[in-house]
């Protein structure tokens, strides 16, 4: 998941400043973009108690405003955090899933400019339909160049209470643009839940060695209630 995440970011530009001087910052990979995340290089923070274990973060650091929620007994940070640079009109979103104390998920990654998603540069899901008759599901994964192939799985459960009526999954081949729509028919009812993962499997030649192939795998969990 990491390689896959830094082969897709490898040309994403970020304008960033320095104290002394305006400058531009280049993600050249995954490691560029957790240090704009990292909220130890914030020294301005502010921090407001929503409840027992949840605070909200607004910290600055030179241009950038970074924003979320943190879980105070994991000691991680939860769901959507917001990157903005005053600079520009561009934003990055990351969706956290914390899983343990040591196994937090960045489950949906988005950059958007001037308040529009990049769907080129982003994972993520929307609901497109959704009715007590179905619902329609619409997985974006980000396009990465010499791609060789693709291909993705959608695995579902839907549960009422703690009873697991269905267990399917669904798989998709050949796609060339990285968008899959699931559209899933079933009889719900108020309370129901539905609960699955979408993963997409890539195979792409090497920025390093075009005889080589990279393999990554592309990762969403998601929730809907009825």
């Known amino acids: 998941m990491k390689r896959f995440i830094t082969f897709l970011l490898f040309s994403l530009m970020i304008t960033s400043c320095s104290k002394e001087q305006e400058k531009t910052k280049i993600i050249k990979n995954i490691s560029d973009l957790n240090e704009l995340f990292h909220l130890k290089n914030y020294k301005t923070q502010v921090r407001l108690k929503v409840n027992d274990s949840t605070d909200h973060i607004t ?39 914390i899983f343990s ?60 209470g703690s009873k697991v009526l269905k267990d399917d999954s669904l798989t998709y081949k050949n796609n060339k643009d990285g968008i899959y729509l699931t559209n899933i028919k079933f009889d719900f009812q108020k309370g129901d839940k539905l609960a699955g993962a979408f993963s997409e499997f890539v195979m792409a030649k090497s920025p390093r060695s075009k005889d080589s192939l990279i393999m990554g795998n592309n990762s969403i969990y998601f929730i809907e209630r009825f």
């Open 59 to 97: 910290a600055q650091w030179h241009n950038f405003t970074l924003a979320g929620d943190f879980d105070t007994k994991m000691n991680n940070r939860t769901g959507i955090w917001t990157l903005k640079n005053k600079l520009d009109s561009k934003e990055v979103l990351i969706d956290y899933i």
């Open 101 to 160: 104390k040591d196994n937090v998920f960045k489950n949906q990654i988005i950059f958007k400019e001037h308040n529009k998603i990049d769907s080129s540069k982003s994972k993520f899901y929307i609901t497109k339909e959704k009715s007590f008759k179905h619902i329609l599901l619409k997985f974006f994964s980000p396009k990465i160049e010499e791609e060789v192939s693709k291909e993705a799985k959608v695995g579902y459960r839907i549960l009422r």
